[in-house]
């Protein structure tokens, strides 16, 4: 079975914090993909990162930060320094061998100046 | 145009009506998707299309009719529907390959259905 699970529902911080939003997945397959995207109140969907399972290997693009653990089927994301742009709903996702795409409920983050 | 484009952004249709949402990406993709997302519920998966073959219909009841009449565009044919339908209608196209290429995502149709 393929599934994503994002136990946060609703995260508030105050700007210039830095938050984790956890992602945990579930597959079978041995080679799978997973992402992030950012929901902000306008709807349209953005895609901010994609991980293959066989690279490990964290990476950080300006404030964002990903840490992906096989060990702990987890792949979270860290927004370093918060701001008010960053408020949104943010979605993993997991993608295995074929077409179809598993997406979390979603984290909605919201940033309070 | 770039990227994935949808029309209309919004819509307003009685129960009655027979509306259509189009999408059409511009990324050279092969694989289109729509999803439906209701306020304060995840993501649902509706229709997968591979090369203008449909893969995936998920439960999808028959008052939605999906097309895909080459890799570029897709549509959803409405009609007869409820006010239960009302909600964000997104559409997504990526790479139908073992690559593993991420989803891009039009602007959405917000539908309401009076």
């Known amino acids: 079975a393929q599934k994503v699970t994002q136990a946060q529902t609703e995260i508030s911080v105050v700007e210039k914090e830095d938050v984790t939003l956890d992602c945990v997945y579930e597959?079978?397959?041995?080679?799978?993909?997973l992402f992030w995207y950012k929901q902000p109140p306008s709807g349209e969907l953005v895609f901010l990162i994609r991980r293959n399972s066989f690279d490990e290997q964290n990476e950080i693009s300006g404030r964002y930060s990903w840490n992906f653990q096989k060990s702990t089927s987890s792949f979270n994301f860290t927004i370093t320094a918060s701001q008010v742009v960053d408020s949104a709903v943010y979605f993993c996702a997991l993608r295995g061998a074929g077409n179809q795409f598993y997406f979390g409920t979603g984290t909605s983050l919201t940033v309070i100046p | 145009e770039t990227g994935v484009t949808q029309t209309p952004r919004h819509l307003v249709m009685g129960m009655t009506n027979k509306k259509s949402l189009k999408c059409e990406q511009h990324?050279?993709?092969?694989?289109m998707y729509w999803y439906k997302q209701s306020a304060k519920k995840p993501l649902e998966l509706m229709f997968v299309?591979?090369?203008?073959?449909?893969?995936e219909n998920n439960s999808v009841p028959s008052r939605f009719s999906p097309e895909c009449p080459n890799s570029s565009h897709l549509f959803l044919h409405l009609h007869t529907l409820q006010p239960e339908d009302s909600a964000l209608y997104l559409c997504?196209?990526?790479?139908?390959?073992?690559?593993?290429?991420?989803?891009?995502f039009g602007p959405g149709t917000r539908l309401t259905v009076t």
């Open positions: 990324l050279g993709h092969n694989a």
């Open positions: 997504a196209s990526s790479h139908s390959r073992a690559g593993g290429g991420e989803q891009y």
């Open positions: 597959t079978r397959d041995t080679t799978y993909y």
């Open positions: 299309y591979n090369f203008k073959e449909q893969t």
